[in-house]
């Protein structure tokens, strides 16, 4: 049987082994339970047929001694699931089944700390205009920045909008557990429009609000998306490979005029060739 997909609903936490959470039923030495949660090998199905750390391109696993264990000797231990791409070939290709990879959204403590910025900024800013008014009282830009919120939303919530239903998740999976390149929408646009969404949520937030704060808090998203954006086109690569350098060649990064001038260029090299 492959590993239990609900296991973390099921099973026990036992603690944790070198940061990496430990999933029971224990019986050591013949009983070894499940490692990690985004990253999770059933070490009592796996084989060690070392398989995954062959074809890992972000070098998730590492060899970890089980011996006397009744399959084999030594298990793949996923020491380094933070670096995960979420690509799925361990999961594919192991031939137990006894790797599950789900997205587990921002993994270092700081980009989960932007994260929640982002999200405080999205709710604080509006709110905050709406309750009190603009800081400064400037009306032109506190009602500019209402038009800007009512454009971003569509863009910032695009993964909720299209994965489900376009990207293929697999059954069982979350929505960010995209299996195809998502190229409609505003995937048709900018190959971002989250990022791109979180970047107008933020000039939104500080015109309506117009406050410092909120300011602060904006210079520090725009700072750590560019980031967050090399990061996923690399991962994207990797998982997708020469696919997505045609959606790459095909649609802008972050770029929303020349998206849509991209964008009504293919749909009359459409209508042409009909």
């Not at 999933?23 to 060690?48: E, F, H, M, Q, Y």
């Not at 070098?59 to 030594?74: F, G, I, L, M, N």
């Not at 006894?98 to 997205?103: D, L």
């Not at 350098?245 to 770029?255: F, H, Q, S």
């Amino acid at each position: 049987m492959p590993i239990d997909s609900d296991f973390q609903k099921k099973r026990k936490k036992i603690g944790k082994e070198k940061g990496v959470v430990v999933w029971g039923p224990l019986d050591p030495p013949k009983k070894l339970g499940i490692r990690g949660s985004n990253v999770a090998v059933d070490l009592d199905l796996c084989t060690g047929c070392g398989v995954c750390l062959k074809i890992c391109p972000a070098q998730v696993y590492e060899w970890r001694e089980t011996a006397e264990h009744p399959t084999s000797d030594k298990k793949p231990f996923p020491a380094k699931a933070t670096k995960c791409i979420c690509c799925y070939q361990c999961e594919k290709q192991c031939p137990v089944q006894a790797i599950r990879v789900i997205f587990g959204g921002p993994q270092s403590p700081f980009d989960m700390l932007a994260s929640y910025l982002v999200m405080a900024q999205l709710i604080g800013g509006p709110l905050y205009g709406l309750l009190f008014g603009s800081y400064l009282g400037l009306a032109i830009p506190f009602y500019v920045g209402w038009i800007i919120l009512a454009v971003s939303l569509p863009f910032f919530f695009s993964p909720v909008l299209y994965f489900k239903r376009r990207g293929k998740p697999a059954e069982g999976k979350g929505i960010m557990d995209t299996t195809v390149i998502v190229e409609s929408g505003t995937y048709g646009i900018v190959r971002h429009p989250q990022f791109l969404g979180a970047i107008l949520t933020v000039c939104a937030s500080i015109f309506i609000s117009q406050h410092w704060l909120f300011a602060l808090i904006g210079i520090l998203i725009v700072w750590v998306t560019p980031k967050w954006i090399r990061e996923a086109e690399e991962n994207l690569l990797v998982k997708f490979g020469d696919e997505y350098k045609r959606y790459m060649e095909k649609v802008p990064r972050m770029n929303f005029v020349l998206g849509i001038i991209r964008l009504l260029r293919r749909k009359k090299e459409l209508e042409v060739e009909k």
